[in-house]
Every structure is written in C-alpha cells, then in structure tokens.
C-alpha cells in the first residue's frame, strides 16, 4: 500500500531559526495533506497539496509538492515555541484510506 | 458548531475483554474513519464508514469491527483485547465528496490501556 515516509524523525531548533521537514513517496500522489499534532492533543489539517510543483503559504509555514508529485516539505521560518508538535504528511492510497507518515517532532529551546 | 466528540476520553481494560469507543461527526459531516495511533507513530488506518457501510479497511484483524448509525455517529468495537491494542484511538470526520481528498476532521481521541 501507499507509504510516505518522514525525515528527520526530530527536529529540535533554536528559537527564531528555520527548518524544513521532508516527505517522501515512492510512487505519484494525487495530493497530500500536512497535519499538526501538539503533545497531547490531535491532529489538526493543516493544507492539502493537488498541483504539480504547488507552494502554499501559511503565515511562517511554507508547503511545497514536488514537481513530480512524489514528494513535499513543509518549511517554518522564524520558528517560535507556538511551533512545538508533530508534523505529519498523509496521502490516499486510494479513494478512502489515508495514510499517514511516521511524523517530524519538533522541539524549541528559547 | 460542534466538533467531532469521542468517548470515553480513557479506558482501562485486561487481556482477553472487549471495549466499545464511540464517535459522534463534526455537524454536517457524513464519513467517518477510526485509526489507531501507537505511542510515538503515526495514525494507521482502521477502516473507514460512509452510509452504514465499511468501505475500506486498513490491515487490521476482524477482532476490530465498526458501525455507523444513521445519524452519522460511529462505534468501534475491538474483541479478544490484547497487551499491543493499547493505543489513543482517534475519530476523524469527513464529508463525502466521492474522491479520497477530503481533510480530516480529528476527535481528541480515547486512550486504550490494556493490563
């Protein structure tokens, strides 16, 4: 079935510092989807992905699908402690199962 | 405008029992789909119901079993309840647009503890 895969497994960053997490395919997807999930909480949508070579922005948070749509990255600049969670990309296998990667963990130091 | 509303919030239960977790959709929504998400990974996917139907099920046993109402509302029942069932079980909600591109609209889920 459909697996996308997650790197790095952690993040931890300086407060005010960017990065960037990355999600891999290994086959062509027809969208993807970013999710949030702060410690304790559920996971939250944050922006579907359709368009070959599509950027979103979101206020610090930047989505982008590769132009072959087997990959995307999220990236977060000026990172603050509001930042602080796990970062999951998800695509449909098919019509209805998604699935979802293992997640980037994201910590802060002030 | 009420979200997607899961019980109970936790559970306790020994080897062998059988528990039922409930959801009730986001208003407006019709699709629901459970997953199982272990401590440390990410949500898998159980199975996903839509006009009292399962429509598609991830690799889980038949220990795990569904229903949806015609309100929308949802169970998830699990059998035969083992040590590597514990887990936060998470509701999420939909509405049904015929293709699999819909956002997920999350419970905050019910933590499964088994002794």
């Known amino acids: 079935g459909q697996q996308v895969m997650q790197i790095p497994q952690y993040q931890h960053v300086q407060e005010g510092e960017d990065f960037t997490t990355y999600c891999n395919s290994s086959?062509?997807?027809?969208?993807i989807q970013w999710y949030k999930q702060r410690p304790g909480g559920h996971p939250v949508f944050l922006i579907q992905?359709?368009?070959?070579?599509e950027v979103k922005k979101q206020k610090r948070l930047t989505f982008q699908f590769g132009e072959a749509k087997k990959n995307s990255s999220l990236h977060i600049t000026a990172t603050q402690t509001t930042d602080v969670g796990t970062y999951f990309c998800?695509?449909?296998?098919?019509?209805?199962?998604?699935?979802f990667g293992a997640g980037t963990t994201v910590t802060v130091r002030a | 405008d009420a979200g997607v509303t899961q019980s109970p919030t936790h559970l306790i239960k020994t080897r062998g029992q059988q528990v039922t977790l409930r959801c009730s959709p986001k208003?407006?929504?019709?699709?629901v789909s459970w997953y199982q998400q272990a401590l440390g990974q990410g949500p898998q996917f159980i199975f996903q119901?839509?006009?009292?139907?399962?429509?598609q099920r991830g690799n889980f046993p038949d220990r795990f079993s569904g229903h949806q109402f015609p309100n929308y509302s949802s169970e998830l029942n699990v059998n035969a309840l083992l040590l590597g069932d514990s887990a936060l079980y998470l509701c999420?909600?939909?509405?049904?647009?015929?293709?699999?591109?819909?956002?997920?609209?999350f419970g905050d889920g019910t933590r499964l503890s088994i002794l």
């Open positions: 998800a695509a449909y296998s098919n019509d209805y199962k998604l699935s």
């Open positions: 208003s407006g929504h019709d699709t």
């Open positions: 086959t062509t997807l027809s969208n």
């Open positions: 119901y839509y006009e009292e139907e399962e429509r």
């Open positions: 999420a909600s939909s509405f049904q647009s015929g293709r699999g591109n819909q956002p997920q609209h």
């Open positions: 992905l359709v368009k070959s070579g």
